[in-house]
């Protein structure tokens, strides 16, 4: 175990991967050299080499068009979209090729590429950089949807999302890469597709996403000693595939749910949980499900209203105080 | 708030309102009995559906009205003094007897004055089978809530822990709650319908099995090797048991209101236990004129379909009478409880070897019998004990003097 900061977690999972399958490659925009603008991916390459570790044009077409061929032709590459607002540029290999490649070809193309790029907001870059896009990529048949909130689950689902043979968006939060926590050294494989439960109450289960699972877990303990309400908290982790045996099952022990979600609100992922809970445990509900989104805005970039728009620790708090009874 | 006249049946079209329980004007809470009617088939007192003041009375009492038809008005708690033209029309939820098992549902239906009930509000009134008014909510408006239940619930099982607990001891640390499968959740509420609704009378007598017991020892093997399965007395006494019900009938019978309907053909139930889980009682149709052989092959595919839980609805329908077994454990008596709707059963114990006294031209003498114990709950309303005993005795009669040697042949 190291502490290792979220950023630098993204690094140990690529180099983690690249020292034990020679296949895997990882392209971007001033990745290399630069160690990429968060410095996400300092020292690979001097690792690695300029063979294994590219800078690119600035062209996400580019990129995600030369990582889809190599993903066809026998590499296991990761490519970096420095911003996920950017995904909308090259959105047509997304979800025209790269998601329907095995499907179209009956298997006969296999397109084992992890997509990795920074998501969402809280850091004051403006509406065309700041998006929270993990909905669109939910939307699409074919990929994996992936968002951890924790430097171990950075370095284990990436892990998980290069050793997958189909491809996997793999959404880093860009307000989380500062964040520091324990890492395990040497070979860390999660899974995907599992939601991990942080803690566990008696009133309400809250499932949260990347950014919005730290300031779900502060809510919660401001809940259980300001308010008296205990909460459990679920990092849902993975959109796709949906863990949603553990989202049910917690959901009926406490028969509510809140979702916190980063994204505005229009079908955000919690509006897919909240249709699945409705349908399937719809005789363990206590209330109303609640859904505390991003409100169906651009982001701001003026830092109180950025602030104002994005679920904040005291709005989870207030929402779900009012909405217990 | 209009009342109307309940539905008090599927096939019931009108009621008599036999008595108003409250005058216009008084106050009424939910729950209360409001009034009361009378049908072709039952007497039911309807409570209040909401809290409010009875403001108008428009069906006096002893008058026939059909179901639906306004018969007063209440004033809701909240609802806006005299009513306005497009008011809702709530049915009177009915108390009927007919109605009780589905009971617990109406736990769940809407009032138009209480806060409105969750889904697992409503799912837990009804497995605990709690009213809302049973319990008391702490949310908004008074709104139950699920942990309110659960308050409910841990209070009342410490109330009844408190009776049972020593030296004032916690009470859940000294006990293991089993909750109650569906089955036998089912077994359970049958039997305390069946009690409620049947006065039972016992009558038992004992019965000399020598004749069946030669039988069996002389066949049992053959049977054993070719059929696969053991010869136990049971269906000797079931195939006695059939031929006295053919000349007693009336215990071969259900009630239906004032009348007795008595069934030309023999459904034979067979009680099955089933572990914990409870039990069930396959039938055997159109028992009568039925082989001991015959007989034989039923039970034996019924009870071990039922243990491997394979049976259909059609085998647990149908049922007229039932024979209820504790043989193999070698009880002496048995009360059993009336497999509803039907009028009695019997039950058939252990069989021991006794000495018993054995009279002749020759003189009395003692020799050793296998004797066991036949005993009958019926229906007091449908028969009698007299009309009981004769059928007992005549079973006692077949079992003891009938020529069995042929009975498989």
Redesign the interface.
Known sequence: MAELTYRDAVAAGIAQEMRRDDRVVFLGEDVAAAGGVFKATVGLLDEFGPVRVRDTPISEQAILGAAMGAAMTGLRPIAEIMFSDFLAVCWDLVANEIAKSRYMTNGQLECPLVIRTANGGGSRFGAQHSQSVENWAMAVPGIKVVAPSTAADVKGLLAAAVRDPDPVLFFEHKSLYATKGEVPDDDHVDELGKAKVLRRGDDVTIVALAAMVPRSVAAAEILASEHGISATVIDVRSLVPLDTRTILTEVVKTGRLVTVEENPRLCGWGAEIASIVADECFYDLDGPVVRITTPHIPLPSADHLEDLAMPSVTRIVETVRTRMD | MDIVMPQLGETVAEGTLTVWHKKPGERIESGDVLFEVETDKVDTEVPAPAPGVLSEILVEEGETVVVGTKIGILQADGEDAPAPAAEAVVETPARAPEKAENSPAMAGKADAAAPPL??????LLAEHGLKPSDVTG???GG?I???DIEAHIAAHIAVMGDAYSVDGEPPAADRVIVPFTKIRKRTADHMVASKATSPHVLQAVEVDFHRIAAVRAAKGADWKAREGFSLTFLPFIAHAACRAIQEFPHVNASVDGDALVVWRDIGLGIAVDLGPDGLVAPVIRRAAGRSVADLARAINDLSSRARNNALTADDVSGGTYTLSNSGSFGTLITAPIINQPQVAILSTDGIFKKPVVVESDAGDSIVIRPIGVLAQSFDHRAIDGAYSARFLKRVKQLIETDDWSGALA
């Open positions: 969750s889904p697992v509000v409503r799912k702490s949310g908004l709104r809530k699920k942990q």
